[in-house]
C-alpha cells in the first residue's frame, strides 16, 4: 500500500515563507520521481514542481519558479517543497505525487497524497 503523507501546510501573509514535506512510504523511494501540484478553489489541478530520482534535475512551474525549490531526501523517504516569497495566488490544496517516470509525475502521477492547505493572506 503506497501512502503519501503530506504536512506543512498553513495560513501566512503574503511574503512569507513554507515548507511543506511528504513522507513517503514507497517500498524503494529513490527509485520514483516525485512531484508538487496544487489546485486552488474552482480551478484545476495544476502542476508545480518535480524532481528526479537522482535529485540532480529539478522542473518548476512557470508561476513559481525562482521562488519555490523542490528537493528529496532518499534517507527518509520525504520530499521537500520550500515556499519563499508567497502570494495570495499561491493559495490552494498542494498535493505530493510520485511515479517512476519524470513525464508522467509532471501531468499524471500513479500515486497522490491527499493534500494540504496553504493559505496566504494579502
Known amino acids: 500500500q503506497v501512502q503519501l503523507v503530506e504536512s506543512g501546510g498553513g495560513l501566512v501573509q503574503a511574503g512569507d515563507s513554507l515548507r511543506l514535506s511528504c513522507a513517503a512510504s514507497?517500498?524503494?523511494?529513490?527509485?520514483?520521481?516525485m512531484g508538487w501540484f496544487r489546485q486552488a478553489p474552482g480551478k484545476e489541478r495544476e502542476f508545480v514542481a518535480a524532481?528526479?530520482?537522482?535529485?540532480?534535475?529539478?522542473y518548476y512551474a512557470d508561476s513559481v519558479k525562482g521562488r519555490f525549490t523542490i528537493s528529496r531526501d532518499n534517507a527518509k523517504n520525504t520530499v521537500y517543497l520550500q515556499m519563499n516569497s508567497l502570494k495570495a495566488e499561491d493559495t490552494a490544496v498542494y498535493y505530493c505525487?510520485?511515479?517512476?517516470?519524470?513525464?508522467?509525475?509532471?501531468?499524471?502521477?500513479?500515486?497522490w497524497g491527499q493534500g494540504t492547505q496553504v493559505t496566504v493572506s494579502s
Open positions: 505525487a510520485a511515479d517512476g517516470s519524470i513525464a508522467r509525475v509532471t501531468t499524471t502521477p500513479a500515486y
Open positions: 514507497l517500498r524503494t523511494f529513490s527509485n520514483y520521481c
Open positions: 524532481i528526479r530520482r537522482s535529485t540532480s534535475s529539478t
